[in-house]
């Protein structure tokens, strides 16, 4: 449902129009739109079905605008297509919409990739869990001698139990790394019975974790090969404690490579969802809790602040076992999250430009 305000001569005249989701229908509606003389189009994040009609409305000669769709709420007890599209044509009229940030096509790409690699972690992830609750069953206590079931010694016993090895003896063989369990400890959490079902399902489980290993590995090929051109950033950002190169790439990805949008850090902050809100009335405060903000993001730099603050001997350390005993722990790595001095320096890639 689309609505075009036509002002003129202290006069206002409204068309509304239905259009369908299809690309040629999108297509029309950019025409029409244009055939009415618009400069300024508003819409609502709905999900991701305003995607495809930002992509076709971005080639037009239009200044877009993306709604929140909880500052744009109507009047209750309103609630149709033609009067949310009627409401945003007035409050886009009179520029009071805020509009959302919406990254350039090359860093929603990039977006894609990392949110997806993250997706794929999670899900091999499920599979490690899927494949020790199989083991468990069968009374196989491998995660109690080994820290990572998942790796070498431990993959070797997982390979040789699906091609239907059951000897401990022969199976502590297979574990050469270094492991504080004593070679009895081991053969005993290894003397199992693994049925012929669960010897399948084991093996469908590795070969599943095997899958989204390759593709998390093609992933970060082409993540690496987008961020060529901004490798310098990528190794500054990496040297900051708790911050990894996928890191690095993710908070690239969600924030983009223009820092002019935010004029301070605080202003970084804030839209990443990591400060405090303000909820005060009468002289009392009544919430600080954080807004969502960027999920992808926030979510990121909490868990890099937990990494940060076992380094030894640096700030983000001293920070938050300053905070921990006044505010508690949760509340700590929050601050350590947002904590200025950091953002100063990620805002360092400022005098980059995409090409």
Known sequence: MACVRLAEGGRVERHVETFATTTADLERLSAWLAGHGVTHVAMEATGVYWKPVWAVLCEGDFALVLANAHHVKAVPGRKTDVNDATWLA?????????????????????RDLTRTRKQLTREKASHVQRIDKLLQGANLKLGSVLSDIMGQGGRAVLDTLAA????????????????????????EALRGRLADHQRLLLGLHLAQADAITAAIARIDVEVNARLEPF???????????????????VILSEIGFDMSRFPTPAHLVSWAGLCPRNDESAGKRRSTRLRHGAPWLKTLLVQSAWAAVRAKATYPQALFHKLKARRGPKKAIVAVAASSRLWKTKLCWTEQRPD
């Open 164 to 187: 239907g090895e059951s000897d401990p003896e022969r199976l502590a063989d297979l574990v050469r790394t270094k492991v504080r369990a004593s070679r009895a400890q081991l053969t």
């Open 231 to 249: 490798r310098d950033t990528v190794t500054r950002l990496s040297r900051m404690p708790g911050l990894s190169d996928v890191s690095a790439s």
């Open 90 to 110: 007035d409050l886009v009229s009179h520029g009071l919409i805020r509009p959302s940030f919406v990254p350039p096509m090359a860093v929603q790409a990039l």
